[in-house]
């Protein structure tokens, strides 16, 4: 597994990648980065999959614009580009919570891009929360971000979004947790952001009512104590998404690829098999 970069479209992307085979993007969710799928990137590359794990713009090692104009049609267009510049024709999108719906803005804007998805506890069906919208205005934005990078504040939330915190909450995660919104770099890319709120938003953008278009094959994973985004939000996306298949994960929270790895690589093993046939 080696880390690479790449200028697409004027930005600097940063990404994971290992393996030969058909190529599987792997898209982090909010505070997240690439490092949150460095387990399945290895288990992909072991078992025939070119895995690219890829840090969206304002995260991880990826450059942190201020100005830049975050939403989802940027997002999308950076994906596809990305692919381009790799000569890779398409690829499976692997995508965890707001990576979910960076992932169905691509395979709406960029359909002949996106040959299956794997949408992970996905964000795009939740209506903006107050604290969302505030964290984008000045200052406030900035001062909310520094009290939620304090250790105690990232091991609550974090510990929240599991259903078995204990053997998951670790301090390299709570680090990485912390890292993300921490610094002025971070702080200010996170703060315009969130400014663009609806520019990031399936439903304020229109494209949510374009979801009837997607004919990528559609896999939805949810654990079943989810409280990040409860598990109603996931009926509402297996219905809204043509075709989708919805598993539910029992004793899981928001992260099924980390609290419940085995089943989870059983059925990303089962629904990206049919590429090796093709």
């Excluded at 505070?31 to 991880?60: C, H, I, K």
């Excluded at 000569?87 to 891009?113: C, E, Q, W």
């Excluded at 939000?233 to 297996?238: G, H, N, V």
Aim: glycine share 8%; hydrophobic share 45%; aromatic share 10%.
């Amino acid at each position: 597994m080696r880390s690479r970069w790449l200028r697409v479209n004027g930005y600097q992307l940063h990404w994971l990648e290992a393996g030969r085979g058909p190529a599987v993007l792997l898209l982090h969710g909010f505070a997240g980065s690439s490092d949150d799928w460095a387990p399945t990137v290895e288990w992909l590359a072991q078992n025939g999959y070119r895995a690219l794990a890829v840090d969206a713009l304002g995260f991880g090692r990826s450059e942190k614009p201020v100005n830049a104009p975050y939403g989802l049609e940027l997002q999308s267009d950076l994906y596809a580009a990305l692919l381009a510049a790799l000569n890779i024709d398409r690829a499976t999108f692997v995508a965890h919570s707001m990576g979910g719906k960076y992932a169905l803005a691509t395979a709406i804007r960029h359909p002949l891009r996106v040959a299956r998805l794997v949408l992970i506890a996905t964000d795009g069906f939740v209506e903006p929360s107050p604290l969302t919208i505030i964290g984008g205005w000045p200052f406030i934005g900035e001062v909310i971000l520094w009290l939620s990078a304090h250790p105690a504040v990232v091991r609550a939330f974090l510990s929240a979004a599991f259903h078995n915190p204990a053997p998951y909450v670790t301090a390299e995660l709570i680090e990485r947790g912390q890292a993300a919104i921490s610094g002025a770099a971070n702080r200010r890319a996170l703060t315009s952001l969130s400014r663009r709120y609806a520019a990031t938003d399936l439903g304020l953008t229109g494209l949510r009512s374009r979801l009837s278009t997607v004919r990528a094959p559609t896999l939805l994973v949810w654990g079943a104590q989810d409280r990040v985004f409860p598990l109603r939000y996931a009926e509402t996306a297996r219905r809204e998404i043509p075709g989708a298949q919805l598993v539910v994960i029992q004793h899981c929270g928001h992260f099924p690829h980390i609290e419940a790895a085995r089943p989870f690589l059983g059925l990303l093993s089962g629904f990206l098999a049919p590429l090796c046939r093709e």
